[in-house]
């Protein structure tokens, strides 16, 4: 059992940044493979980043890549996502979610994957 709160988002000019940030209470967060999910008005929701329990492993979809970076501070039990170079279509709201794990050191990329699931935080970028 974990709880997230993201925080962080709100309205940005593109070519600007934002720091999102997961807070996590609960279970041990280290235990917990994380993510960041984004949804816009009529589509679906889709991986962003994900990062594995220790950060050692992290994934990145092909939209940003190269613009975005995931991380992690286990002592702080926070998951961070640092957006650079803001783009219009990056206008969503951001979930971030949460994946116990036990023997697995992955990161996992589906939404059916995770379990625990913040309330969200609106991005706009306006252009």
């Known amino acids: 059992q974990v709880q997230l709160v993201e925080s962080g988002g709100g309205l940005v000019q593109a070519g600007g940044s934002l720091r999102l940030s997961c807070a996590a209470s609960g279970r041990t967060f280290s235990s917990y493979a994380m993510g960041w999910f984004r949804q816009a008005p009529g589509k679906e929701r889709e991986i962003v980043a994900a990062?594995?329990?220790?950060?050692?492993?992290?994934y990145y979809a092909d939209s940003v890549k190269g613009r975005f970076t995931i991380s992690r501070d286990n002592a702080k039990n926070t998951v961070y996502l640092q957006m650079n170079s803001l783009k219009s279509e990056d206008t969503a709201v951001y979930y971030c979610?949460?994946?116990?794990?036990?023997?697995?050191?992955?990161?996992?990329?589906?939404?059916?994957?995770?379990?625990?699931w913040g309330q969200g935080t609106q991005v706009t970028v306006s252009s």
């Open positions: 979610a949460a994946k116990y794990v036990s023997l697995s050191g992955r990161y996992y990329i589906r939404t059916y994957e995770y379990d625990h």
């Open positions: 990062i594995n329990w220790s950060g050692f492993s992290t």
